[in-house]
């Protein structure tokens, strides 16, 4: 009788010592559903996308959108890596990294990086995923012309026509004269945009084709262009006869080159150019071009044509046959 009240009281004693371990020192009665640590769920880059942001006369930013999917258990310490690369040397131009944190529910997350790179040529555009500082998924994207982003004082909804219709630049002859002629010059603009453009001005600049030399410069305002509406701004411009000339059209907007159109006034009828033809060397007479309308003061060229003429054309090969043949007869015969 006392033998079995001893083993149960030893029993009952284990017991008690069991529950104070358990609640004392956590872990100790193991759970037979524990399988270790939590694995982290997976994470991938599900897409990138390239927008283009803030732009300067140098710089342009690209705002980079990373959609990271993630799945099943929580992922701690996710960060995004992202790198340009010049797409034409190869070099590293830029990288960012953005530390995304813990992610805990399952689908995407949008991430944005924002990269400041110069605004020419082209890039690569790498993206890296980390969990853990471990690498687990990348993507790569490219961009490119990245100069066709403008900065603000560059946008405008303004610009020259383009259509046989309506050419960009046309002129007419106003007048005549002995050593100049008068022309009418005409630059027809279209207004694309939703709201009406001002404060816009065109420069026209005549050049002498063969010779690049300023004849005649003028500015003149635009006035204000509708939305959607196409008008004409005119000048006029005397310059030296029996030349051919470039017209250039430049648009402003307070002081700043919005677009600019070029035609052909062909005033020599022995030769004409047009807006693609290269230049060629002909005779030039700067002294036509000296205080022109609105001209430049020329520089003296080192380059101009010159001629020269013999007193006889036509018989110098056949002087030099006869003063040959008279010198080797009186040669022969004083031999003798």
Same mark, same amino acid.
């Given at each position: 009788?006392?033998?079995?009240?001893?083993?149960?009281?030893?029993?009952?004693?284990?017991?008690? #010592?069991?529950?104070?371990?358990?609640?004392?020192?956590?872990?100790?009665?193991?759970?037979? @559903?524990?399988?270790?640590?939590?694995?982290?769920?997976?994470?991938?880059?599900?897409?990138?996308?390239?927008?283009?942001?803030?732009?300067?006369?140098?710089?342009?930013?690209?705002?980079?959108?990373?959609?990271?999917?993630?799945? %099943?258990?929580?992922?701690?310490?996710?960060?995004?890596?992202?790198?340009?690369?010049?797409?034409?040397? %190869?070099?590293?131009?830029?990288?960012?990294?953005?530390?995304?944190?813990?992610?805990?529910?399952?689908?995407?997350?949008?991430?944005?990086?924002?990269?400041?790179?110069?605004?020419?040529?082209?890039?690569?555009?790498?993206?890296?995923?980390?969990?853990?500082?471990?690498?687990?998924?990348?993507?790569?994207?490219?961009?490119?012309?990245?100069?066709?982003?403008?900065?603000?004082?560059?946008?405008? @909804?303004?610009?020259?026509?383009?259509?046989?219709?309506?050419?960009?630049?046309? !002129?007419?002859?106003?007048?005549?004269?002995?050593?100049?002629?008068?022309?009418?010059?005409?630059?027809?603009?279209?207004?694309?945009?939703?709201?009406?453009?001002?404060?816009?001005?065109?420069? !026209?600049?005549?050049?002498?084709?063969?010779?690049?030399? #300023?004849?005649?410069?003028?500015?003149?305002?635009?006035?204000?262009?509708?939305?959607?509406?196409?008008?004409?701004?005119?000048?006029?411009?005397?310059?030296?006869?029996?030349?051919?000339?470039?017209?250039?059209?430049?648009?402003?907007?307070?002081?700043?080159?919005?677009?600019?159109?070029?035609?052909?006034?062909?005033?020599?009828?022995?030769?004409?150019?047009?807006?693609?033809?290269?230049?060629?060397?002909?005779?030039?007479?700067?002294?036509?071009?000296?205080?022109?309308?609105?001209?430049?003061?020329?520089?003296?060229?080192?380059?101009?044509?010159?001629?020269?003429?013999?007193?006889?054309?036509?018989?110098?090969?056949?002087?030099?046959?006869?003063?040959?043949?008279?010198?080797?007869?009186?040669?022969?015969?004083?031999?003798?």
């Amino acid at each position: 009788m006392e033998r079995n009240a001893l083993l149960t009281a030893g029993a009952v004693g284990v017991v008690v #010592v069991a529950l104070v371990a358990a609640a004392v020192v956590p872990g100790v009665v193991a759970d037979p @559903t524990d399988d270790g640590p939590v694995r982290p769920g997976p994470v991938d880059v599900a897409g990138v996308s390239i927008a283009a942001g803030q732009a300067t006369g140098e710089t342009v930013t690209l705002e980079i959108e990373t959609r990271i999917d993630h799945r %099943g258990n929580p992922t701690q310490n996710v960060s995004v890596l992202v790198r340009a690369v010049d797409a034409e040397s %190869g070099l590293l131009t830029t990288t960012q990294e953005l530390d995304v944190g813990t992610l805990s529910k399952d689908g995407e997350v949008a991430t944005t990086t924002n990269l400041t790179v110069p605004r020419e040529g082209g890039y690569d555009i790498e993206v890296v995923l980390y969990s853990d500082d471990e690498r687990v998924d990348q993507a790569r994207k490219s961009v490119r012309g990245v100069s066709a982003i403008k900065p603000p004082y560059l946008r405008s @909804t303004t610009s020259f026509t383009d259509s046989e219709a309506l050419p960009p630049v046309s !002129f007419a002859i106003a007048e005549a004269g002995e050593d100049r002629t008068t022309l009418d010059l005409t630059a027809t603009l279209t207004n694309a945009g939703d709201d009406p453009a001002e404060d816009l001005s065109v420069l !026209f600049v005549l050049r002498q084709a063969e010779s690049n030399i #300023v004849a005649s410069r003028t500015t003149v305002d635009a006035g204000t262009i509708a939305a959607g509406r196409t008008e004409t701004v005119d000048a006029s411009a005397s310059v030296p006869n029996d030349y051919n000339y470039y017209i250039d059209a430049v648009l402003l907007r307070d002081g700043v080159v919005i677009d600019t159109a070029r035609g052909a006034a062909n005033l020599n009828p022995t030769r004409t150019i047009s807006v693609n033809q290269t230049r060629e060397d002909v005779e030039l007479r700067v002294e036509d071009f000296e205080n022109g309308d609105g001209g430049d003061a020329p520089q003296r060229t080192d380059y101009e044509r010159t001629e020269t003429s013999s007193a006889a054309p036509g018989f110098g090969p056949i002087v030099a046959v006869v003063g040959l043949l008279v010198a080797v007869f009186a040669t022969r015969r004083w031999s003798k």
